[in-house]
């Protein structure tokens, strides 16, 4: 199983980026998604999950209104539009796999992970 992340980068404070996470060698229409983020130094935080058909998104606070998680069955990707950036969404952002889609927020619950790709905010 492979998930592959991308569309990280360097962008201004209220700017937008789009990240990508294609996965392979897994069934994914039968897997919930999820994006995490980890600071430097801090511990990996749910940001936003999506279940198997898309129908249902979950996001944290933080990011609520400004983030867009969705998904495309067909490509096996999940993406996350992220808008409206501010220095502190500066991380590293990551995709992970979830069979059991009751736990979306919770990273130990997560089945595969992804890579990560660096997010970086400048003010």
């Known amino acids: 199983v492979q998930l592959q992340a991308s569309g990280g980068g360097l962008v201004q404070a209220g700017g937008s980026l789009r990240l990508s996470c294609t996965a392979s060698?897994?069934?994914?229409?039968?897997?919930?998604m999820g994006w995490f983020r980890q600071a430097p130094g801090k511990e990996r935080k749910f940001v936003a999950g999506i279940n198997w058909s898309g129908g249902s998104q979950y996001y944290t606070d933080s990011v609520q209104g400004r983030f867009t998680i969705s998904r495309d069955n067909a490509k096996n990707t999940v993406y996350l539009q992220m808008n409206s950036l501010k220095p502190e969404d500066t991380a590293v952002y990551y995709c992970?796999?979830?069979?059991?889609?009751?736990?979306?927020?919770?990273?130990?619950?997560?089945?595969?992970w992804g890579q990560g790709t660096l997010v970086t905010v400048s003010s």
């Open positions: 060698g897994v069934t994914f229409s039968t897997y919930s």
């Open positions: 992970a796999a979830l069979k059991n889609g009751r736990w979306v927020r919770f990273p130990s619950k997560y089945d595969y």
